[in-house]
Structure formats: structure tokens, C-alpha cells
């Protein structure tokens, strides 16, 4: 007989289809189980539309009376843009009810299972909950910080560099990371890089390689410096654009990027003289936007990692030495050995002729 871990993956699975349309919703997946046989299974397929438990019990071949049902993610208990999935689980009086992991949105917290409960429905909860926990990481961190999830991603050579000394960067990654680069993409809410970068590359910053929808693209531009010409600019109903500014942006380009459909965001400096990143992550979720893919160049590299603000980092490195040239990271003010950042856990994938390392950084112990 198949046992509760077995379903619970099977639900994972199914939650990982809304993968990057169910934003800033988490993603989760329902299977129902009766006499051992899976009857009804749904998704969360897109924010705005059912959720993954309705879409099951719709999908059912036959009652949901005494049956079991699998949930990745605590059934809802308030009304949003659909109402309440626990009321509907309850209406349907299941024998049980298997969750992976308590949501935590304020919202939520306990009271989908303590509804359950209260209804007498048989409650099991932690199934696969580190999983269920890892499959919405950006949701967890929205929903109870306000700020969104931040991905730092780049490719370089062997020897750490981004770009050649004259700043030609095309390709250092193999075609496989580059269609990686472009599902990366289409997981995050927004994508954003500095103006160096679209001043260099003049990159467009959409999902071509791959099926996906255009994250909003974000440009750090504190002196409105990029060209009107510049093909981020250009097709706002194909992908939206944003630009970050300052007070020292120029004027007269303002009006301009307004009348082409461009988003300004204004944010304060650092002592530095750059844009203060963890301003601009607060206001990023004060505007929904639940996770960030952070694109470059070093500049913006360095900055994020030198304020402790990545939530994960993914370094695509290709099997290429250029020796002197542009480093991904600069000066994070380190001067011991002591002092530099530990990565973990650390996961190796091969992505065509390059490797793929994905980790977070370690807190330093106070």
C-alpha cells in the first residue's frame, strides 16, 4: 500500500506546474485518495484563478466523501481574490486531510487546520515538509518580510571573469546554461541589472530560449544615463520596463520615459553614491513584487553581496580562462581570510560544458 510520503510527492509535482504563473501566490498541488486509488488531482495554475484543492475536487471522478486528500500547502481560511479552499474541503467531508507545510501568511497561520479539526476531519501535518517548505522559499520570505526574495545570478570563467578586459562578454556560457538563464527568468517576479549593463550589452532581457512570461525588468540608472534606443525600452506591452533613479537623474529624459510607458522609481544613495538596494527591495515589496532575479553587472554583484541581501546565489562557470578582465565580484572590503563568505549548502549541476553552482551564504555567528 502506498503511504502518505508517496502522494505528498506526487502533489509536489503537480504544484511545481504553476511554476512562474501562480506568483505572488505560492505554488501548491491537491491529490485525493480513496480505497488506495487517486480519484482527483489540481494546481495552482495561475494567480487570480482556483486553487490547487478546488481544481481537484472539480477533477474528481467520483465523491470525496471519506476519502483522503493531500495538500502541499495549508487549505486558505479567508477570502481573497476566491474564497476560502478549507470551507470546500470541509463541504466535501473528507476522512482526511494530509498538509505538508503551515502557511504562513497572517492570514492563514493554523487556522485552515484549525477549521479542520473543529470539524472533526482528521488532520496530519508535516508531510514532506521540508520539501513543501523548499518548493515556495520566495513565497515564505515575502509573505512574512515584505521584501522579496533575491536570486544572484551570473556566468564567468574559471578565473572568476564576467568579461574580457574590453567588456565582450558574449558567450561565456554554453548554449544549455543560456536556456537555464531564460527558465531562471520566467521564475521571478522581476529581473534587474545596473545601467553598466545595459550600456555594454544592451541586453533585452525577455524569455526567448524558453516558454515563459517576461518578468518586469528593473535598471538601476541613478543618472538616467541608458539610451532612449535601448532595447529594454522598447515593446512595454510585451515586457514591462522599470528604472531606478535618484535625485541626480536628468531631467529632461524624464518626461520622455514616461511618455514611452518606463516605471520610475526613486530611492535614496548610500554613502557610496549608489542606489540604496535595501530601500529599494522594501518598496519592491511594498508594489507585490515577491522575488528579484539579479542579474549584474559587478557593480550590482558586489553590492548585493556586500549587504548581505542574496537569498541564493547560482554562478554558472565555464571551462574558460581569459586571465585579465572584468572580475564578478569586486571589493567586498574583506582583508582576512576569516571574513569571507561561506557558501552552503553547495550543489553542483552540469549545464552543457559549464557547472552550475547553486548555495546560500552563511550568517556569520555574532
Same mark, same amino acid.
Given at each position: 500500500?502506498k503511504n502518505?510520503e ?9 504544484? !511545481?506546474?504553476g511554476?512562474?504563473q ?6 501548491v498541488?491537491?491529490?485525493i485518495?480513496?480505497?488506495? %486509488?487517486?480519484i482527483?488531482?489540481?494546481y ?6 482556483n486553487?490547487?484543492?478546488?481544481n481537484?475536487i472539480?477533477?474528481s471522478?467520483?465523491t470525496?466523501?471519506g476519502a483522503d486528500f493531500y ?9 481573497? !481574490?476566491?474564497?476560502p479552499c478549507v ?9 482526511r486531510?494530509v ?11 493554523g487556522?485552515?487546520?484549525? @477549521? ?5 476531519v482528521?488532520?496530519?501535518v508535516?508531510?514532506? #515538509?521540508?520539501?513543501?517548505?523548499l ?7 515575502f509573505i512574512t518580510?515584505?521584501i522579496?526574495?533575491?536570486t544572484?545570478k551570473?556566468a564567468?570563467t574559471l ?5 574580457t ?8 556560457s554554453s548554449? *544549455?546554461s543560456r536556456r537555464?538563464a531564460h527558465? @531562471?527568468r ?7 541589472v545596473?545601467?553598466?549593463?545595459v550600456l @555594454?550589452?544592451?541586453? *533585452? ?5 524558453v516558454?515563459? %512570461?517576461?518578468?518586469?525588468r528593473?535598471?538601476?540608472d541613478s %543618472?538616467?544615463?541608458?539610451?532612449l ?7 512595454q506591452?510585451h515586457?514591462?520596463t522599470m528604472?531606478v ?8 529624459k524624464?518626461k520622455?520615459?514616461k511618455d514611452?510607458?518606463? *516605471? ?6 548610500t #554613502? !557610496?553614491g *549608489?542606489?540604496? +538596494? ?6 519592491l ?5 515577491s522575488?528579484v +532575479? ?9 553590492s548585493?553581496l556586500?549587504e548581505g @541581501?542574496?537569498?541564493?546565489l547560482l ?5 574558460k580562462?581569459?586571465g585579465?578582465g ?6 567586498l ?6 571574513q ?5 549548502p553547495?550543489?553542483?549541476?552540469k +549545464? ?5 553552482l547553486?548555495?546560500?551564504i ?5
Open positions: 500500500m502518505d508517496y502522494y505528498m510527492r506526487r502533489a509536489l509535482k503537480l504544484a !511545481k506546474k511554476e512562474g501562480a506568483s505572488p501566490n505560492p505554488m498541488g491537491a491529490v485518495v480513496k480505497d488506495g %486509488r487517486i482527483g488531482e489540481g495552482h495554475a495561475c494567480c487570480g484563478e486553487h490547487a484543492e478546488i481537484a472539480e477533477g471522478t467520483e470525496i466523501v495538500i502541499t500547502l495549508e487549505p486558505c481560511s479567508h477570502y481573497g !481574490k476566491t474564497p470551507d470546500a474541503l470541509i463541504g466535501h467531508k473528507p476522512h486531510v498538509i505538508g507545510a503551515m502557511d504562513p501568511n497572517p492570514l492563514v497561520a487556522q485552515g487546520i484549525a @477549521l479542520l479539526q473543529k470539524q472533526g482528521e488532520t496530519c508535516g508531510i514532506m #515538509e521540508t520539501e513543501c517548505r518548493l515556495n522559499e520566495k513565497f515564505f520570505k518580510t515584505g522579496p526574495f533575491i544572484l551570473y564567468q578565473d572568476g571573469r564576467i568579461a578586459v574590453t567588456g565582450h562578454s558574449r558567450w561565456i548554449p *544549455e537555464y527558465r @531562471l520566467g521564475t521571478h517576479d522581476a529581473i534587474l545596473g545601467a553598466g549593463t @555594454l550589452d544592451d541586453p *533585452e532581457l525577455t524569455i526567448r530560449l516558454k515563459g %512570461r517576461n518578468p518586469l528593473i535598471v538601476l %543618472r538616467l544615463r541608458i539610451p534606443e535601448s532595447r529594454i525600452l522598447q515593446n506591452n515586457a514591462r528604472i533613479t535618484t535625485g541626480r537623474s536628468a531631467k529632461g524624464l520622455r520615459l514611452m510607458g518606463i *516605471e520610475l522609481l526613486y530611492t535614496n544613495m #554613502e !557610496k *549608489e542606489i540604496n +538596494l535595501s530601500e529599494l527591495f522594501q518598496k515589496g511594498q508594489k507585490g513584487v522575488s +532575479l539579479v542579474e549584474g553587472g559587478s557593480s550590482v554583484i558586489t548585493v556586500r @541581501l542574496a537569498d541564493k554562478v554558472i562557470i565555464a571551462p580562462i581569459v585579465k572584468i572580475a564578478g565580484v569586486g571589493d572590503g574583506i582583508t582576512l581570510m576569516d569571507a563568505l561561506t557558501l552552503f553547495i550543489k553542483f549541476k +549545464l552543457g560544458a559549464d557547472f552550475l547553486e548555495a546560500k552563511a550568517v556569520p555567528s555574532p
